[in-house]
Nanobody, 124 residues
Framework: QVQLVESGGGLVQAGGSLRVSCAAS????????LGWFRQAPGKEREAVATISGSRISTYYSDSVKGRFTISVDNAKNSVSLQMNSLKPEDTAVYYC?????????????????WGQGTQVTVSS
């Protein structure tokens, strides 16, 4: 139903920065919540940053708070994650995800549409 296309992943040294972006086909973001998740090998997928459909409230995991910033351009149906001061433990496949109107935005189960993921590798 919804296609999410991610870009911006790559290899960066510890302390560096990357910006990953995600765009949806059509005008699909509307007021749906959005999120960035990541999954490292052997680990469960975890929420990194989410934003409510109203674009008023955000959530950041403790491990990235103060370093990562989620931003949304509703007009362009795009969401980005600016990642600064990257650490090797940030290495993972990063996924953007889209929730539903009037849905929650604080748990993985709230997000029903997913991108293909983009690899972020941070070297020490």
């Amino acid at each position: 139903q919804v296609q999410l296309v991610e870009s911006g992943g790559g290899l960066v040294q510890a302390g560096g920065s990357l910006r990953v972006s995600c765009a949806a086909s059509g005008r699909t973001f509307d007021t749906k919540p959005l999120g960035w998740f990541r999954q490292a090998p052997g680990k469960e997928r975890e929420a990194v940053a989410t934003i409510s459909g109203s674009r008023i409230s955000t959530y950041y995991s403790d491990s990235v708070k103060g370093r990562f910033t989620i931003s949304v351009d509703n007009a362009k149906n795009s969401v980005s994650l600016q990642m600064n001061s990257l650490k090797p433990e940030d290495t993972a496949v990063y996924y953007c995800a889209l929730g539903s109107n009037f849905g929650g935005w604080l748990s993985l189960a709230d997000f029903v549409y997913w991108g293909q993921g983009t690899q972020v590798t941070v070297s020490s």
